[in-house]
C-alpha cells in the first residue's frame, strides 16, 4: 500500500473510481466526481491534502480537502476545514483501506496546523478516526435548527483548544453543490463515462433517513 499526493495524470482515473465508488450509494447515480472534477480549480481546495492510495500500483482510494467556516455567535468568522468526497474502489471496501487513508490524511492536517475539522458522515464509522457530533462542542449546522443534534455532522479539534469560547454555524463550502447548480454542466460531464445503469434502492432511503 502506498500513499501519495494526486498528480495531474491521476485526474481522470480518480474521477473514475470516484463515480464507482459512488454509484447508487446515496441517490440513483452520483455527482461526487463532478464536484471533484470542479474543485481541483477553486481557491478553496487544498492540494496538500489531496491523496491517492494504490495498492499494487493501481489506485483504489482518494481523498480530497477544502477550505470551509465557521460563523460564530459573536460575529467572529473561525476558519474551518472539510474533507471529501473521500473514495475507495468496491473492491476493496470494508477492509481498512479508507480508515488508514483517511488517519493517515488528518495527520498532515494536524502536521499543517490545521484547528478543526468538520463534516458530514456516519458517526459508527468517523469515531474510529476521532470525530465526534459537533454539536458536543457547540458546533451547529447550517441545514439544521441550532438546537438540534445533528447525527450525520461530525467535528474533530486538531489543535487542542481552537474551538474554546467558540459557539458558531458550520457552512459547507458552496463547490459541494455545483451539479445541482449547474445541471446541464453535469449531464454533459456524465456523458464522457461509460454508462451505468442508476437504481433506486431501499439503502438509500435510509441513509437519507438517518
Known amino acids: 500500500m502506498n500513499i501519495r499526493l494526486e498528480q495531474p495524470e491521476d485526474y481522470r482515473e480518480v474521477e473514475n473510481l470516484t463515480r464507482e465508488?459512488?454509484?447508487?450509494?446515496?441517490?440513483?447515480?452520483?455527482?461526487?466526481?463532478?464536484?471533484?472534477?470542479?474543485y481541483r480549480n477553486n481557491p478553496d481546495f487544498i492540494p496538500e491534502l489531496d491523496y491517492v492510495m494504490e495498492e499494487d500500483g493501481r489506485i483504489i482510494g482518494h481523498i480530497m480537502y477544502s477550505k470551509a467556516e465557521i460563523t460564530g455567535e459573536d460575529g467572529r468568522v473561525l476558519p474551518a476545514w472539510t474533507f471529501g468526497p473521500?473514495?475507495?474502489?468496491?473492491?476493496?471496501?470494508?477492509?481498512?483501506?479508507?480508515?488508514?487513508?483517511?488517519?493517515?490524511?488528518?495527520g498532515?492536517?494536524?502536521?499543517?496546523?490545521?484547528?478543526?475539522?468538520?463534516?458530514?458522515?456516519?458517526?459508527?464509522?468517523?469515531?474510529h478516526a476521532g470525530f465526534v457530533l459537533a454539536s458536543s462542542l457547540n458546533i451547529h449546522y447550517h441545514?439544521?435548527?441550532k438546537e438540534s443534534v445533528v447525527p450525520y455532522f461530525l467535528a474533530q479539534e486538531l489543535t487542542p483548544g481552537y474551538l474554546n469560547g467558540m459557539e458558531g454555524t458550520y457552512h459547507t463550502p458552496k463547490g459541494y453543490y455545483i451539479a445541482f447548480e449547474h445541471p446541464e454542466a453535469f449531464?454533459?460531464?456524465?456523458?464522457?463515462?461509460?454508462?451505468?445503469?442508476k437504481k433506486v434502492l431501499d439503502s438509500q432511503l435510509q441513509t437519507m433517513t438517518q
Open 21 to 38: 465508488a459512488f454509484w447508487n450509494v446515496y441517490a440513483p447515480g452520483c455527482v461526487e466526481h463532478f464536484v471533484l472534477h470542479h
Open 187 to 197: 449531464e454533459e460531464f456524465e456523458a464522457t463515462f461509460p454508462f451505468k445503469e
Open 108 to 127: 498532515k492536517a494536524r502536521e499543517m496546523g490545521v484547528g478543526v475539522l468538520c463534516m458530514e458522515g456516519n458517526i459508527d464509522f468517523y469515531r
Open 143 to 145: 441545514a439544521e435548527p
Open 86 to 106: 473521500i473514495s475507495i474502489h468496491p473492491d476493496y471496501k470494508r477492509k481498512g483501506y479508507g480508515l488508514k487513508l483517511l488517519n493517515y490524511s488528518i
